[in-house]
């Protein structure tokens, strides 16, 4: 029996205007792209935006349903659009932020769980690895170096 320790790095900005002018740019689309969220039941709205690497940006919102489980996260809205309208482009960067009608979110917001599988998909397809920021409504940024930080001993097509 062996113990395995597991580290990940992150790097945590004080605010956005830490942030390079290219990713600021890219969470700024987020924001935009959170104001359209369909979000009637959580009252929470999240927006995502993927830099690609021709530089186009592609943005997504939460979409919620009266049949709650119908509904799905910004980042699957995001992800889906990029494959299945640049399937051959790479991801460089994933930018998100979230707020909430009932309080001011001021904690950095991650992706859900299910998002982070879904995404892991589209990184191991690229090889390369995708740049994640996070943020609430104000605050703090964290950056990860990858999707697959967020998803030590992840399930992948190598089981299949
Ligand atoms: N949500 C996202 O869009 N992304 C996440 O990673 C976490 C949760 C959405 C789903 C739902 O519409 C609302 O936030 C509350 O869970």
Do not use: H
């Not at 395995?4 to 790097?11: A, P």
């Not at 004080?14 to 792209?33: F, G, R, T, Y």
């Amino acid at each position: 029996m062996k113990k395995v320790e597991i580290k990940t790095q992150i790097t945590v900005f004080d605010s956005i205007e830490e942030l390079s002018n290219s990713v600021k740019n890219l969470m700024n689309k987020a924001i935009e792209a959170k104001q359209n969220a369909y979000a009637p039941y959580s009252n929470f709205k999240v927006g995502a935006a993927f830099l690609l690497e021709d530089g186009t940006i592609v943005t997504g919102n939460n979409q919620e349903n009266a049949a709650y489980p119908s509904g799905i996260c910004a980042e699957r809205v995001a992800i889906w659009k990029v494959s299945s309208e640049y399937p051959n482009l790479k991801i460089l960067k994933l930018a998100i932020t979230a707020s909430s009608s009932s309080q001011l979110t001021k904690e950095p917001v991650a992706p859900c769980g299910a998002c982070r599988q879904t995404l892991s998909e589209y990184e191991l397809k690229q090889k390369d690895k995708v740049e994640v920021y996070f943020m609430g409504e104000v605050g703090k940024v964290i950056k990860t170096n990858s999707i697959l930080d967020l998803l030590p001993i992840a399930f992948d097509k190598s089981f299949l």
